[in-house]
């Protein structure tokens, strides 16, 4: 089992950035796959970035390549997603989630399914 309280959302202008972060506790974190999603209103909830247990391999979605960037450090038990060059229709709720799984192909990566636990997410919003 392992628990995740994701934190650092808040309200930021068009242009500006914020780190979130995903601490975990319980199990062995390090032997997770972490990924963060996102939700807006009314709408799925999508793929954001991921990166394998290692630390060694991420992913991003298009939308957000060049300007988010994942991180993890095993020794705290956290993953980060430092968000750059914000966007208004970044607005959505993050989450994080992790995979307790040696493999980590783009498919795993992206699935909201391939996920074991989750966090209760942190609300970011981009004003215009």
């Known amino acids: 089992q392992v628990q995740l309280v994701e934190s650092g959302g808040g309200l930021v202008q068009a242009g500006g950035s914020l780190r979130l972060s995903c601490a975990a506790s319980g199990r062995t974190f390090s032997r997770y796959n972490v990924g963060w999603f996102r939700q807006a209103p009314g709408k799925e909830r999508e793929f954001v970035a991921a990166i394998r247990w290692s630390g060694g391999i991420t992913q991003y979605a298009d939308s957000v390549k060049g300007r988010f960037t994942i991180s993890r450090d095993n020794a705290k038990d956290t993953v980060n997603l430092q968000m750059n060059s914000l966007k208004p229709e970044d607005t959505a709720v993050y989450y994080c989630?992790?995979?307790?799984?040696?493999?980590?192909?783009?498919?795993?990566?992206?699935?909201?399914?391939?996920?074991?636990?989750w966090g209760q997410g942190t609300q970011v919003t981009v004003s215009s």
């Open positions: 989630a992790a995979d307790f799984s040696p493999r980590f192909s783009t498919a795993q990566a992206m699935g909201v399914a391939e996920y074991d636990y």
